[in-house]
């Protein structure tokens, strides 16, 4: 084994370059990892590719990560000088290595800004080096850096289309391009984020991640969130125990809701609504409804109240399949408690009428004279009106639906949760099941039932 500088100059060198030969001749390469190898046995390279899989013996970390390390710091110090292919290599080889080394990211930020590298070689890098470090906090920030970068290219491309728009030349093509490009970038994320989170548990990282790409990428797309609902749906009934997929799901219905409160036609809800196949780590495409979610496929007989309500109903059913199936998981009562919570406070934005028969609540949309209509799901102050949570019934014209063949979801009230909060009692002979139980059932009685 090399023992002097110049021998281990000569070996590290060696090995950056073996790397990124590695890359050129294998540009598919999906994994990298450590091979445990505490010494050289054979005179060969430490870089062993198999299958797409790229392993480094770990004998030879400790001299190149102080060696790359030390190069790309004297560079930045400009006490030496490295061209700009060698960054590329130096930074790619330190990042693959230890992908919390913010300088490394900042400079390939440089070279990415001047041009001299592609960004999708950016996410490509990032997306390996969470393989191996899936909860790198900067590898995260610097991959919505680059998104970033390329949604600024995105917009100044269409604000060129628009101007040609105008001018009578439009560039069919182009728009075309820039919507296939944007949805393939949302597709891959969702993969990249869905993959990390089964790498590591509660990876909070990948998972707000995943909620900022819809904020920025797909904000007020509804066909995207309610996708993303159904795709996550196999891997929350797989995680029972991560609270990262719940927070999840109920920032996407707390989306959805308010998308669906403030949209202006009650068809478009439903028409969006046409379901799709989904895969549990992509943006799927269209296609027959799957993993139990209820399809509005019939866009005269949906409007948004039925969207709402069977979004709701969804996921208590979901929660109750799950409660009942894998008990003694404080997770699964934290997310039904917040599923109701939701429900509760949207049902008191509707602003129903009190006047000693069963309170109706009023479809989103309809004329409101005490401007309840514009405020949303996430309002703080709660109505002085009183309102019995426990009685609720539909508008008499969604008994049209159901002559169609369109049936509503049961209503949530409080009487239905006792019911089932019994029912788990009465059946279950875990401890800590009873325990969430009873406390959920507390919280009934005296947060929510104090606020009706």
């Not at 979610?293 to 208590?316: C, K």
């Not at 406390?439 to 009934?444: M, Q, S, T």
Request: hydrophobic fraction near 35%; aromatic fraction near 8%.
């Amino acid at each position: 084994m090399a023992e002097s500088k110049e021998e281990v100059d000569v070996l590290v060198q060696r090995v950056v370059k073996d790397i990124s030969s590695a890359f050129k001749r294998h540009p598919n390469i999906d994994e990298i990892g450590l091979i445990q190898c505490p010494e050289a046995r054979y005179n060969r390279s430490p870089i062993v590719l198999v299958e797409n899989k790229l392993g480094v013996e770990s004998w030879c970390v400790k001299f190149l990560l102080p060696y790359v390390h030390n190069k790309l710091l004297l560079y930045r110090q400009r006490k030496h000088w490295l061209d700009r292919e060698a960054l590329v290599d130096i930074t790619c080889t330190l990042l693959l290595l230890n992908p919390d080394f913010t300088t490394a990211w900042n400079v390939r930020k440089e070279l990415l800004q001047c041009g001299a590298l592609n960004p999708e070689r950016d996410l490509y890098l990032s997306k390996l080096a969470l393989t191996k470090f899936p909860k790198s906090p900067e590898t995260w920030i610097h991959r919505r850096w680059v998104l970033q970068h390329i949604l600024h290219q995105f917009s100044a491309m269409a604000h060129k289309t628009q101007q040609q728009v105008e001018a009578e030349h439009p560039d069919a093509d182009r728009t075309q391009f820039l919507s296939s490009h944007l949805d393939r970038l949302i597709h891959q994320e969702m993969k990249v984020c869905s993959d990390a989170a089964c790498r590591y548990p509660s990876n909070y990282n990948a998972w707000s991640h995943r909620i900022w790409v819809l904020q920025h990428m797909a904000k007020g797309n509804i066909k995207v969130f309610h996708d993303e609902l159904s795709s996550v749906h196999p891997w929350v009934s797989m995680h029972v125990s991560d609270h990262s997929g719940f927070h999840y799901r109920q920032f996407l219905l707390k989306e959805l809701i308010t998308e669906l409160s403030q949209s202006p036609s009650s068809d478009s809800a439903s028409t969006i609504f046409c379901s799709s196949q989904h895969q549990s780590d992509t943006v799927p495409s269209s296609g027959p409804q799957a993993n139990g979610e209820l399809s509005l496929a019939d866009t005269e007989s949906g409007d948004r109240l039925t969207t709402v309500l069977q979004l709701f109903y969804q996921e208590t059913e979901l929660c109750s399949d799950l409660i009942q199936s894998f008990p003694g998981h404080e997770t699964l009562w934290s997310h039904r408690r917040h599923v109701y919570y939701l429900w509760h406070h949207w049902k008191l934005d509707q602003d129903p009428c009190s006047d000693g028969r069963e309170n109706e609540l009023k479809p989103l949309g309809t004329n409101d004279p005490g401007g309840s209509q514009g405020r949303n799901v996430d309002r703080h102050k709660h109505a002085s009106v009183p309102m019995e949570v426990d009685r609720v019934s539909l508008p008499d014209h969604d008994s049209k639906r159901l002559r169609r063949g369109i049936l509503l979801p049961n209503l949530l009230t409080i009487r239905n949760e006792h019911i089932f909060v019994n029912s788990v009692l009465n059946s279950c002979c875990n401890p800590e099941q009873k325990n969430f139980a009873l406390a959920y059932k507390k919280w009934l009685d005296t947060v929510i039932s104090a606020q009706s």
